[in-house]
């Protein structure tokens, strides 16, 4: 079975200063060209994968970021972006129907919580993006990473999106960097928070899986339930290959040219894939982006906690398009 997904790191930089991430704080190097990422998107699709997330950093600061995403679809993938929106109106003509799913970062109900978690001020262009989203037919998503500070305020969270006419994706912070770990997130007051509000709001997602997970204690190394190797490919910005995953890569093995023959071949890549969810960094991991996409790989009960959730996201997105196309949306 293929991998099914690639999360490409088009950038480490970042226009905001998050209080629970440091990805900014990186030591910039140079990026990969266009030419470089396409050859890699033609090798992901000779190795099967069909979804790529384009992510950072904020993705939108590549001065090419409209000919990647154009580059990727031409391919066939299905695509997604998580942007700040602090560049999402001057780019949104410019990207306009390239990308599947569109989220936009949200960490409070109000300019006051979500500025300060960000580190700049930019809840009203966050507002103005969701508009000019919705005019272009685009399906935006408020993505809303729930901590220890905020998960008694989700609800505030809730009734945005619904002021503004979108979902809104909940996201428990997971254990891989050092805000989160001090505060011992996730917990399970966190999960709860989020399965109340979603009971309660009918514009809120969240995925039944990673949830479970959280509540069983995370990845046993013992026995492990991540599949990251086999899952995911995870490139970085400067053409490397990731391995077993971004948040605790061990290694990252340049690319050039080969991810092809790298991801089939490569005694690196076989020596991550065995020990895959086996390492000391990935005792009672929770990291979703990597777990969520392991949970397809092989049948259990997380299986079938992750297919409830993805069919239930696709009829909620297909009663919002309708409401969409019957002119239903009325932003504030």
């Not at 020990?275 to 991991?285: D, I, P, T, Y």
């Not at 969520?292 to 009829?315: C, H, R």
Request: net charge neutral.
């Amino acid at each position: 079975m293929p991998p099914l997904v690639a999360n490409y790191y088009l950038t480490y930089r970042c226009n905001a200063r998050c209080h629970f991430c440091d990805i900014w704080a990186l030591e910039p190097k140079q990026e990969a060209s266009l030419e470089t990422i396409a050859q890699n998107l033609r090798d992901l699709r000779r190795l099967g994968v069909r979804y790529v997330d384009f992510t950072g950093g904020e993705p939108l600061l590549r001065h090419d970021v409209g000919e990647i995403y154009k580059t990727a679809k031409d391919l066939g993938f299905a695509t997604s972006m998580t942007t700040n929106t602090i560049l999402y109106p001057k780019k949104a003509e410019e990207i306009r129907g390239l990308i599947d799913f569109l989220n936009f970062s949200l960490d409070g109900g109000d300019a006051e919580t979500h500025d300060q978690s960000r580190g700049v001020k930019i809840f009203d262009t966050l507002v103005e993006s969701v508009k000019i989203a919705l005019s272009l037919g685009e399906y935006p998503v408020l993505n809303h990473t729930v901590t220890a500070q905020n998960f008694d305020r989700i609800g505030e969270v809730a009734e945005l999106g619904q002021k503004l006419g979108v979902r809104v994706w909940l996201n428990p912070a997971f254990t891989a960097h050092s805000n989160y770990n001090s505060k011992k997130n996730p917990t399970p007051e966190i999960a709860q928070a989020i399965e109340s509000t979603a009971k309660r709001y009918k514009n809120v997602g969240y995925n039944r899986a990673a949830l479970a997970f959280i509540a069983a204690g995370g990845n046993d190394t013992q026995n492990p339930r991540c599949k990251a190797v086999d899952a995911v490919i995870a490139i970085s910005p400067h053409d490397e290959l990731l391995l077993p995953c971004y948040h605790f890569a061990q290694t990252g093995v340049p690319i050039e040219g080969r991810l092809y023959e790298l991801y089939r071949e490569s005694e690196t890549v076989e020596e991550y894939r065995q020990s895959q969810g086996k390492l000391s960094v990935c005792e009672g991991c929770t990291v979703w982006c990597y777990l969520i996409p392991s949970f397809f790989k092989g049948v259990d009960k997380y299986w079938f906690l992750n297919q409830m959730t993805y069919a239930g996201e696709f009829l909620a997105r297909k009663r919002f398009l309708q409401r969409s196309n019957k002119n239903e949306l009325t932003p504030v």
